[in-house]
């Protein structure tokens, strides 16, 4: 049985612990944060706190703060046993500034109130000691069968990849969108396409899969598209990503 | 029952082929197309041909092929009395030469070999004849629950739209796995959170769901990712991109 207490009480602390709550090997001892009422939702299945210098001894301590606030809370945790670890892909293995130390981060987009299948979601381990690393695969194993051990430079290039395809693809359907409305069409209408074109990286890698105008450089079709674009910043952006897709499919023009 | 000819042996033909094929009320009287070949796919429920000066008569004529090659084939059909109607997005109707003209456009990505659910399939639709615009209602009814009905402007402007959620965010997939593969990381990695944040439109507004540094302003997360990035264009795509999602949630900040 792994004992772990999770430090924070936003909404990738209540993901963490919906699904640790369910793990069998796993038992969250202590919920550790500030805001007493969110804490109250952590009460079910385990003790609460907001006293960060009386926080329970665990295995691991599984920090889920706001990235500036990971290196204040490890403080708290300085003369502990247990591996300190944060989930944060951005930010640094030595942003903790305990001994055993590691990282834990969930590469998915949570939102608040839906649930999520924690089975397929890939967890990026780190951690200096061998055994630690060995516990937070056993951790990690017990809500997802996609565990990797990632070092902090790949998992900083993992997230800013991850900016590409999720925060900048989520802004690309926000165009769509406002592009539908001034027509007074449903967004609706756009829906199956982003599905299908999101599920077409399971059979195809991105580059192969690439069509519309830009791969075929049909200029023709690209001038027509500007001409219906009223803001500055949907412009620029249309030819920037023409351009590129051009680019990268040069050789076959 | 509906008889239909289609025109076209390509990817959008073979789709439409086998979807109507298995629908009660529809008969793919024959294919006709150039290419001899391709043709023989056409041949288990359709007659087939590369007459285009012999073609049946039929109630709907369904012109399937690339966007430049419409008029030409419409051409062909100039005498006849069933509806003319291409499937293009970005074609404006009176490509077609016909008096009784239409357009029947489906919104989707087709996959060569990757079989589609057409159930759910918007299918946009349009003709200047009230009786046609109804028999192509009851077409599109024969293989989708989807059916709308939506003017040239409407659909080149979703046309557009479909562009920058399809073709655009594909292109963000592929700088996704170009990323991880600098770093030796497998893109299946990312996989996932490219399906989660597609699935995220079905629950809330995409304006809504931004989350990233650009959104929260987190000036140090954005410089920190632009160090990471190698190729210019990237740069210039992240820069943009988080000015955009910036300026879209400005009010906020």
Request: with cysteine; charged share 25%; net charge neutral.
């Amino acid at each position: 049985m792994l004992n772990i207490v999770i430090l924070g009480t936003g909404n990738l602390a209540k993901h963490f612990y919906s699904a640790f709550s369910k793990a069998d090997n796993v038992d969250v001892v202590q919920v550790v944060g500030r805001n007493q009422k969110e804490l109250q939702r952590f009460s079910k299945h385990s003790n609460i706190s907001n006293d960060f210098d009386n926080i329970t001894d665990a295995d691991v301590y599984l920090i889920a703060v706001k990235d500036d606030a990971i290196t204040e809370v490890s403080n708290y945790l300085a003369n502990k046993k247990g591996i300190v670890v944060h989930t944060s892909g951005a930010t640094d293995l030595n942003a903790i500034k305990s001994k055993n130390r590691g990282v834990f981060y969930p590469l998915q987009t949570f939102t608040k109130g839906k649930t999520v299948d924690f089975g397929s979601i890939p967890i990026c381990i780190e951690a200096e000691e061998k055994n630690s690393l060995e516990t937070l695969r056993n951790l990690a194993k017990s809500i997802s069968k996609n565990v990797h051990h990632i070092d902090s430079e790949q998992r900083k290039k993992l997230h800013l990849a991850a900016v590409f395809v999720n925060n900048f693809t989520n802004y690309l359907y926000s165009v769509g969108e406002e592009l539908c409305l001034e027509e007074g069409l449903s967004f609706d209408l756009l829906k199956p396409l982003i599905l299908e074109t999101a599920e077409k990286v399971w059979t195809m890698s991105p580059k192969e899969a690439q069509t519309g105008p830009a791969r075929r450089n049909d200029i023709k079709s690209m001038e027509s598209h500007l001409k219906l674009l009223n803001k500055k910043e949907h412009i620029t952006l249309y030819k920037l990503l023409s351009q590129a897709i051009k680019q990268d499919h040069e050789e076959e023009l």
